[in-house]
Protein backbone atom coordinates (compact mmCIF):
# COMPACT_ATOMS: atom_id res chain seq x y z
CA UNK A 1 0.00 0.00 0.00
CA UNK A 2 1.16 3.46 -1.06
CA UNK A 3 1.85 6.54 1.53
CA UNK A 4 -0.86 7.96 -0.51
CA UNK A 5 -3.20 5.16 0.04
CA UNK A 6 -2.62 5.07 3.50
CA UNK A 7 -3.18 8.64 4.26
CA UNK A 8 -6.55 8.87 2.60
CA UNK A 9 -7.23 6.15 4.78
CA UNK A 10 -6.95 8.03 8.04
CA UNK A 11 -8.60 11.18 6.16
CA UNK A 12 -5.61 13.15 7.54
CA UNK A 13 -4.99 16.17 5.07
CA UNK A 14 -1.10 16.28 4.19
CA UNK A 15 0.57 18.93 6.56
CA UNK A 16 -2.18 18.29 9.30
CA UNK A 17 -0.11 17.42 12.07
CA UNK A 18 -2.36 15.26 15.19
CA UNK A 19 -2.57 16.69 19.00
CA UNK A 20 0.62 15.46 20.79
CA UNK A 21 2.69 16.74 23.55
CA UNK A 22 4.92 19.74 23.10
CA UNK A 23 8.33 19.45 21.42
CA UNK A 24 11.36 21.66 22.53
CA UNK A 25 14.50 22.26 20.09
CA UNK A 26 16.78 25.12 19.70
CA UNK A 27 15.96 27.62 17.23
CA UNK A 28 15.82 26.68 14.11
CA UNK A 29 16.78 23.19 14.29
CA UNK A 30 14.89 20.66 12.66
CA UNK A 31 12.58 18.61 14.90
CA UNK A 32 13.37 14.77 14.58
CA UNK A 33 10.50 13.13 12.82
CA UNK A 34 8.96 10.93 15.04
CA UNK A 35 8.23 14.21 17.21
CA UNK A 36 7.53 16.50 14.60
CA UNK A 37 3.56 15.85 14.77
CA UNK A 38 4.29 17.13 18.40
CA UNK A 39 5.77 20.73 17.70
CA UNK A 40 3.38 22.40 16.24
CA UNK A 41 -0.41 23.34 18.06
CA UNK A 42 -2.99 21.19 16.80
CA UNK A 43 -4.87 23.70 15.54
CA UNK A 44 -1.83 24.99 13.16
CA UNK A 45 -2.48 24.88 9.37
CA UNK A 46 -0.70 22.59 6.95
CA UNK A 47 2.56 23.23 5.35
CA UNK A 48 1.66 24.40 1.90
CA UNK A 49 4.52 23.98 -0.71
CA UNK A 50 4.60 25.56 -4.28
CA UNK A 51 6.81 26.29 -6.89
CA UNK A 52 8.36 29.63 -7.89
CA UNK A 53 9.33 29.87 -11.31
CA UNK A 54 11.23 32.56 -12.87
CA UNK A 55 11.83 31.64 -16.66
CA UNK A 56 15.44 32.30 -16.23
CA UNK A 57 17.31 31.96 -18.78
CA UNK A 58 20.53 30.02 -18.16
CA UNK A 59 23.54 30.92 -20.13
CA UNK A 60 23.68 29.33 -23.49
CA UNK A 61 19.66 28.80 -23.85
CA UNK A 62 17.14 30.74 -25.71
CA UNK A 63 14.08 32.78 -24.35
CA UNK A 64 11.39 29.66 -26.04
CA UNK A 65 13.41 27.01 -23.87
CA UNK A 66 13.32 29.14 -20.60
CA UNK A 67 9.53 29.69 -21.41
CA UNK A 68 8.88 26.20 -21.90
CA UNK A 69 10.70 24.86 -18.85
CA UNK A 70 8.42 27.20 -16.65
CA UNK A 71 5.41 25.95 -18.68
CA UNK A 72 6.19 22.28 -18.27
CA UNK A 73 7.34 22.75 -14.55
CA UNK A 74 3.85 24.14 -14.09
CA UNK A 75 2.22 20.98 -15.28
CA UNK A 76 4.58 18.89 -13.28
CA UNK A 77 3.98 20.51 -10.19
CA UNK A 78 0.34 19.72 -10.29
CA UNK A 79 0.67 16.24 -11.39
CA UNK A 80 3.13 15.88 -7.95
CA UNK A 81 0.22 17.00 -5.92
CA UNK A 82 2.12 20.62 -5.14
CA UNK A 83 0.04 23.37 -3.62
CA UNK A 84 0.74 26.44 -5.76
CA UNK A 85 3.01 27.95 -8.76
CA UNK A 86 4.31 31.29 -8.43
CA UNK A 87 5.27 33.38 -11.43
CA UNK A 88 7.84 36.35 -11.72
CA UNK A 89 8.09 38.87 -14.05
CA UNK A 90 11.27 40.92 -15.24
CA UNK A 91 12.25 43.48 -18.35
CA UNK A 92 15.06 43.43 -20.35
CA UNK A 93 17.12 40.69 -18.51
CA UNK A 94 18.06 37.10 -18.68
CA UNK A 95 17.15 36.80 -15.19
CA UNK A 96 13.87 35.76 -16.27
CA UNK A 97 12.64 36.11 -19.60
CA UNK A 98 9.03 36.49 -18.66
CA UNK A 99 7.77 40.28 -19.36
CA UNK A 100 3.93 39.57 -17.21
CA UNK A 101 3.43 37.45 -14.70
CA UNK A 102 -0.59 37.81 -15.19
CA UNK A 103 -0.51 36.82 -18.60
CA UNK A 104 1.37 33.87 -17.86
CA UNK A 105 -0.84 32.98 -15.20
CA UNK A 106 -3.76 32.58 -18.00
CA UNK A 107 -1.90 30.18 -19.91
CA UNK A 108 -1.06 28.04 -16.81
CA UNK A 109 -4.58 28.45 -15.24
CA UNK A 110 -6.01 27.12 -19.02
CA UNK A 111 -3.22 24.07 -18.36
CA UNK A 112 -4.38 22.69 -15.27
CA UNK A 113 -7.45 22.31 -13.04
CA UNK A 114 -6.17 22.23 -9.63
CA UNK A 115 -3.53 23.91 -8.30
CA UNK A 116 -3.52 27.81 -7.53
CA UNK A 117 -1.73 30.26 -9.76
CA UNK A 118 0.12 33.37 -8.30
CA UNK A 119 2.24 36.23 -9.60
CA UNK A 120 5.60 36.79 -7.65
CA UNK A 121 4.88 39.53 -8.61
CA UNK A 122 3.47 41.85 -10.79
CA UNK A 123 5.35 45.14 -10.25
CA UNK A 124 3.15 48.49 -9.95
CA UNK A 125 5.35 50.70 -10.90
CA UNK A 126 5.50 49.84 -14.02
CA UNK A 127 1.88 48.73 -14.62
CA UNK A 128 -1.28 50.72 -14.53
CA UNK A 129 -3.07 49.69 -11.23
CA UNK A 130 -6.87 49.58 -13.41
CA UNK A 131 -5.02 47.36 -16.14
CA UNK A 132 -3.83 44.85 -13.54
CA UNK A 133 -6.91 44.64 -11.91
CA UNK A 134 -9.24 43.65 -14.89
CA UNK A 135 -6.59 41.13 -15.46
CA UNK A 136 -7.17 39.68 -11.94
CA UNK A 137 -10.84 39.64 -12.10
CA UNK A 138 -11.08 38.20 -15.34
CA UNK A 139 -8.41 35.20 -13.74
CA UNK A 140 -10.40 35.18 -10.52
CA UNK A 141 -13.67 34.65 -12.37
CA UNK A 142 -12.73 31.77 -15.00
CA UNK A 143 -10.53 30.24 -13.11
CA UNK A 144 -12.77 29.16 -10.34
CA UNK A 145 -11.00 31.23 -7.63
CA UNK A 146 -7.29 29.34 -8.24
CA UNK A 147 -5.34 33.29 -8.72
CA UNK A 148 -3.59 35.36 -6.53
CA UNK A 149 -2.10 38.51 -6.86
CA UNK A 150 1.18 38.85 -6.23
CA UNK A 151 2.03 42.57 -6.12
CA UNK A 152 5.68 44.70 -5.66
CA UNK A 153 7.09 47.81 -6.10
CA UNK A 154 9.85 46.58 -8.21
CA UNK A 155 13.22 48.36 -8.47
CA UNK A 156 14.84 51.38 -9.53
CA UNK A 157 15.34 49.95 -13.04
CA UNK A 158 15.75 51.35 -17.08
CA UNK A 159 12.02 49.90 -17.26
CA UNK A 160 10.72 52.83 -15.40
CA UNK A 161 12.13 55.09 -18.29
CA UNK A 162 10.55 52.45 -20.94
CA UNK A 163 6.88 52.30 -19.90
CA UNK A 164 7.07 56.28 -18.69
CA UNK A 165 6.25 55.90 -15.20
CA UNK A 166 9.25 57.50 -13.50
CA UNK A 167 11.30 56.83 -10.58
CA UNK A 168 8.78 58.62 -8.84
CA UNK A 169 6.36 55.76 -9.15
CA UNK A 170 9.21 53.15 -7.64
CA UNK A 171 10.58 55.44 -4.84
CA UNK A 172 6.97 57.34 -3.72
CA UNK A 173 4.31 56.01 -5.80
CA UNK A 174 3.60 52.53 -4.53
CA UNK A 175 1.03 53.35 -2.09
CA UNK A 176 -1.58 55.48 -4.22
CA UNK A 177 -1.06 52.49 -6.54
CA UNK A 178 -1.76 49.52 -4.51
CA UNK A 179 -4.48 51.81 -2.74
CA UNK A 180 -6.70 52.23 -6.37
CA UNK A 181 -5.93 48.68 -7.44
CA UNK A 182 -7.45 47.31 -3.86
CA UNK A 183 -10.14 49.42 -4.67
CA UNK A 184 -11.01 48.22 -8.20
CA UNK A 185 -10.87 44.78 -6.80
CA UNK A 186 -12.78 45.57 -4.15
CA UNK A 187 -15.56 47.88 -5.80
CA UNK A 188 -18.08 48.15 -8.41
CA UNK A 189 -17.41 52.14 -9.39
CA UNK A 190 -14.06 53.55 -8.97
CA UNK A 191 -12.71 56.97 -9.41
CA UNK A 192 -9.28 58.70 -8.59
CA UNK A 193 -7.62 61.84 -7.74
CA UNK A 194 -4.17 61.29 -7.22
CA UNK A 195 -0.41 63.04 -8.09
CA UNK A 196 -0.30 59.92 -10.18
CA UNK A 197 -4.20 58.91 -11.52
CA UNK A 198 -6.71 60.94 -12.29
CA UNK A 199 -10.07 60.40 -14.25
CA UNK A 200 -13.90 60.19 -13.54
CA UNK A 201 -15.71 57.44 -11.76
CA UNK A 202 -16.00 54.33 -14.16
CA UNK A 203 -18.16 50.81 -13.64
CA UNK A 204 -15.74 47.88 -12.74
CA UNK A 205 -16.26 45.50 -15.54
CA UNK A 206 -15.70 42.49 -14.81
CA UNK A 207 -16.11 42.76 -10.72
CA UNK A 208 -13.71 40.61 -8.90
CA UNK A 209 -16.33 40.66 -6.15
CA UNK A 210 -18.85 38.33 -7.81
CA UNK A 211 -18.14 34.42 -6.92
CA UNK A 212 -16.05 32.78 -9.44
CA UNK A 213 -17.22 29.97 -11.64
CA UNK A 214 -16.48 26.36 -9.71
CA UNK A 215 -15.80 23.71 -12.21
CA UNK A 216 -18.19 20.54 -12.00
CA UNK A 217 -16.81 17.76 -10.18
CA UNK A 218 -15.87 15.97 -14.01
CA UNK A 219 -14.35 19.16 -15.42
CA UNK A 220 -12.51 19.24 -11.80
CA UNK A 221 -10.97 15.43 -12.16
CA UNK A 222 -10.37 16.32 -15.89
CA UNK A 223 -12.53 13.06 -16.78
CA UNK A 224 -13.35 13.11 -20.10
CA UNK A 225 -9.97 14.84 -21.30
CA UNK A 226 -7.32 13.76 -23.23
CA UNK A 227 -4.44 14.70 -20.10
CA UNK A 228 -3.12 11.56 -19.78
CA UNK A 229 -2.77 9.56 -16.50
CA UNK A 230 -5.59 10.97 -14.27
CA UNK A 231 -3.85 12.23 -10.37
CA UNK A 232 -6.15 12.86 -7.57
CA UNK A 233 -5.19 16.39 -5.79
CA UNK A 234 -2.40 15.89 -2.67
CA UNK A 235 -2.45 19.05 -1.30
CA UNK A 236 -4.94 21.85 -2.75
CA UNK A 237 -8.80 21.87 -1.63
CA UNK A 238 -12.15 24.39 -1.96
CA UNK A 239 -10.92 27.62 -0.32
CA UNK A 240 -12.57 28.06 3.14
CA UNK A 241 -13.04 30.75 4.62
CA UNK A 242 -9.60 30.54 6.67
CA UNK A 243 -7.25 28.96 3.49
CA UNK A 244 -8.69 31.84 1.34
CA UNK A 245 -6.70 34.38 0.81
CA UNK A 246 -5.23 36.42 4.40
CA UNK A 247 -7.22 40.04 3.29
CA UNK A 248 -10.04 40.93 5.94
CA UNK A 249 -12.90 43.40 5.81
CA UNK A 250 -12.85 45.26 8.92
CA UNK A 251 -15.51 42.70 10.81
CA UNK A 252 -12.83 40.01 10.30
CA UNK A 253 -14.89 38.75 6.80
CA UNK A 254 -12.65 37.33 3.61
CA UNK A 255 -13.02 40.02 1.02
CA UNK A 256 -14.40 38.52 -2.11
CA UNK A 257 -12.36 38.25 -5.04
CA UNK A 258 -8.91 37.41 -5.70
CA UNK A 259 -6.09 37.24 -2.94
CA UNK A 260 -4.01 39.67 -2.95
CA UNK A 261 -0.19 39.55 -1.51
CA UNK A 262 2.58 41.51 -1.33
CA UNK A 263 6.46 41.51 -1.43
CA UNK A 264 8.01 42.94 1.72
CA UNK A 265 11.65 43.75 1.46
CA UNK A 266 11.77 46.59 3.53
CA UNK A 267 10.03 48.06 6.39
CA UNK A 268 8.22 50.27 4.57
CA UNK A 269 6.90 47.74 2.70
CA UNK A 270 6.16 45.34 5.43
CA UNK A 271 4.19 48.00 7.47
CA UNK A 272 2.26 48.71 4.43
CA UNK A 273 0.92 45.82 4.04
CA UNK A 274 -0.13 45.30 7.48
CA UNK A 275 -2.10 48.41 7.23
CA UNK A 276 -3.93 47.50 4.36
CA UNK A 277 -4.31 43.82 5.64
CA UNK A 278 -2.56 42.38 3.21
CA UNK A 279 -0.45 39.09 3.57
CA UNK A 280 3.48 39.42 2.72
CA UNK A 281 5.60 37.58 0.36
CA UNK A 282 9.38 37.44 1.89
CA UNK A 283 11.94 36.50 -0.43
CA UNK A 284 14.40 34.05 -0.89
CA UNK A 285 17.51 35.97 0.98
CA UNK A 286 15.32 36.34 4.23
CA UNK A 287 16.51 33.65 6.66
CA UNK A 288 14.51 32.25 9.87
CA UNK A 289 15.94 35.38 12.03
CA UNK A 290 15.33 37.86 8.85
CA UNK A 291 11.69 36.52 8.72
CA UNK A 292 11.66 36.91 12.61
CA UNK A 293 12.18 40.39 12.46
CA UNK A 294 9.74 41.25 9.48
CA UNK A 295 7.18 39.27 11.42
CA UNK A 296 7.52 41.09 14.75
CA UNK A 297 7.51 44.74 12.66
CA UNK A 298 4.50 43.30 10.43
CA UNK A 299 2.35 43.02 14.11
CA UNK A 300 3.48 45.84 15.06
CA UNK A 301 2.23 47.57 12.45
CA UNK A 302 -1.09 45.72 12.38
CA UNK A 303 -2.24 46.71 16.05
CA UNK A 304 -1.08 50.34 15.51
CA UNK A 305 -3.49 50.17 13.09
CA UNK A 306 -6.51 49.28 15.32
CA UNK A 307 -6.56 45.28 13.40
CA UNK A 308 -8.00 42.83 16.24
CA UNK A 309 -5.72 39.65 17.33
CA UNK A 310 -7.91 37.05 15.19
CA UNK A 311 -7.66 38.75 12.13
CA UNK A 312 -3.99 39.02 13.02
CA UNK A 313 -4.06 34.78 13.36
CA UNK A 314 -5.87 34.41 9.98
CA UNK A 315 -3.75 36.74 8.01
CA UNK A 316 -0.46 35.00 9.25
CA UNK A 317 -1.91 32.03 7.72
CA UNK A 318 -1.05 33.56 4.35
CA UNK A 319 2.00 34.64 4.06
CA UNK A 320 4.48 33.43 1.98
CA UNK A 321 8.24 32.28 1.73
CA UNK A 322 10.28 32.50 -1.22
CA UNK A 323 13.29 29.74 -1.44
CA UNK A 324 14.79 27.61 -3.27
CA UNK A 325 14.57 23.54 -3.43
CA UNK A 326 16.68 21.01 -4.86
CA UNK A 327 16.30 17.35 -4.18
CA UNK A 328 18.78 14.78 -4.15
CA UNK A 329 20.35 11.20 -2.67
CA UNK A 330 23.06 13.42 -1.55
CA UNK A 331 23.31 16.54 -0.13
CA UNK A 332 26.12 17.04 -1.54
CA UNK A 333 25.37 16.39 -4.87
CA UNK A 334 22.23 18.53 -4.15
CA UNK A 335 24.54 21.49 -3.95
CA UNK A 336 26.97 20.84 -6.97
CA UNK A 337 23.84 20.66 -8.78
CA UNK A 338 23.15 24.58 -7.88
CA UNK A 339 26.84 25.44 -7.36
CA UNK A 340 27.42 24.62 -10.94
CA UNK A 341 24.43 26.46 -12.60
CA UNK A 342 23.10 29.23 -10.25
CA UNK A 343 26.14 31.56 -10.25
CA UNK A 344 26.72 32.02 -13.88
CA UNK A 345 22.94 32.68 -13.97
CA UNK A 346 23.44 35.21 -11.47
CA UNK A 347 26.12 36.95 -13.33
CA UNK A 348 24.60 36.66 -16.64
CA UNK A 349 20.93 37.87 -16.02
CA UNK A 350 21.30 40.16 -12.89
CA UNK A 351 24.41 41.86 -14.36
CA UNK A 352 22.37 43.01 -17.07
CA UNK A 353 20.14 44.94 -14.90
CA UNK A 354 20.81 48.85 -15.70
CA UNK A 355 19.22 51.53 -13.36
CA UNK A 356 16.40 54.47 -14.69
CA UNK A 357 18.98 57.14 -13.44
CA UNK A 358 22.98 55.71 -13.74
CA UNK A 359 22.78 55.46 -9.69
CA UNK A 360 25.29 53.09 -8.86
CA UNK A 361 24.00 49.53 -7.88
CA UNK A 362 26.48 46.57 -5.83
CA UNK A 363 25.82 43.10 -6.80
CA UNK A 364 25.89 39.91 -4.69
CA UNK A 365 29.13 37.98 -5.25
CA UNK A 366 27.45 34.71 -7.38
CA UNK A 367 28.66 31.87 -5.68
CA UNK A 368 28.61 33.31 -2.09
CA UNK A 369 24.65 34.34 -2.93
CA UNK A 370 24.47 30.55 -3.86
CA UNK A 371 26.11 28.55 -1.19
CA UNK A 372 24.06 31.03 1.31
CA UNK A 373 20.64 29.83 -0.22
CA UNK A 374 21.66 26.30 -0.11
CA UNK A 375 22.62 26.57 3.65
CA UNK A 376 19.31 28.89 4.18
CA UNK A 377 16.69 26.43 1.79
CA UNK A 378 15.66 22.84 1.36
CA UNK A 379 18.84 21.97 -0.80
CA UNK A 380 19.99 18.14 0.21
CA UNK A 381 18.02 14.54 0.87
CA UNK A 382 14.16 14.46 1.19
CA UNK A 383 14.32 13.75 5.10
CA UNK A 384 16.65 17.28 4.73
CA UNK A 385 14.21 19.29 2.78
CA UNK A 386 11.65 18.35 4.87
CA UNK A 387 13.29 19.00 8.00
CA UNK A 388 14.19 22.40 6.87
CA UNK A 389 11.06 23.03 5.95
CA UNK A 390 9.49 22.23 9.19
CA UNK A 391 11.78 23.73 11.12
CA UNK A 392 10.90 27.26 9.50
CA UNK A 393 7.51 26.65 9.68
CA UNK A 394 7.84 25.77 13.66
CA UNK A 395 10.10 28.58 14.60
CA UNK A 396 8.61 31.74 12.33
CA UNK A 397 5.56 30.16 11.70
CA UNK A 398 5.34 30.88 7.99
CA UNK A 399 3.20 27.69 6.39
CA UNK A 400 3.33 28.75 3.07
CA UNK A 401 6.64 28.10 0.77
CA UNK A 402 6.97 29.25 -2.74
CA UNK A 403 10.01 27.00 -3.57
CA UNK A 404 12.43 27.68 -7.12
CA UNK A 405 13.11 24.37 -8.53
CA UNK A 406 14.46 25.07 -11.76
CA UNK A 407 18.00 25.94 -10.11
CA UNK A 408 19.91 23.42 -11.91
CA UNK A 409 18.70 25.20 -15.10
CA UNK A 410 17.83 21.75 -16.51
CA UNK A 411 14.30 21.20 -18.10
CA UNK A 412 14.36 17.68 -17.12
CA UNK A 413 16.65 17.80 -14.17
CA UNK A 414 13.96 20.62 -13.04
CA UNK A 415 10.85 18.31 -13.68
CA UNK A 416 12.38 15.22 -12.10
CA UNK A 417 13.04 17.87 -8.97
CA UNK A 418 9.39 18.79 -8.93
CA UNK A 419 8.50 15.10 -8.98
CA UNK A 420 10.73 14.50 -6.10
CA UNK A 421 9.30 17.64 -4.08
CA UNK A 422 5.95 16.04 -4.34
CA UNK A 423 6.85 12.38 -3.85
CA UNK A 424 9.44 12.18 -1.22
CA UNK A 425 9.21 15.72 0.47
CA UNK A 426 5.94 16.17 0.70
CA UNK A 427 4.73 13.28 2.65
CA UNK A 428 7.30 14.30 5.72
CA UNK A 429 5.21 17.19 6.22
CA UNK A 430 2.51 15.19 7.04
Known amino acids: MTKTTARAQTRRPVGVRPPAGPVTAAPGTPVPAPQRSAALPADTAPVRVGVFLLSAQFPGQTHGEALDRTVRAAVEAEHAGLDSVWLAEHHFVPYGVCPNAATLAALLLGRTRRIGVGTAVSVLSTAHPVALGEQAALLHLTSGGRFTLGVGRGGPWIDLDVFGSGVDAFERGFPERLDLLLRWLRG ?92 MLLGMHSGDDDKLQML ?69 DPHQYTELLCDLHAVGTP ?33 HNIARLGSEVLPQLG
Open 188 to 279: SRVGADGPQFGFPEVAVVPRATEPPRRPDLGTWLGLGEQSGLLRFPRQRKDADADDAGGELTAAGRPVAGPPVVVACTSPGGVRLAAERGLP
Open 296 to 364: ELYREAWRAAGRGEEQLRRVERQHVAAGVAQVDDRTATARDTLLRSMPGWFEYGLGAHRTVDGRERKMR
Open 383 to 415: KQCADRLLATAERTGIRRFALLAEGSGDREATL
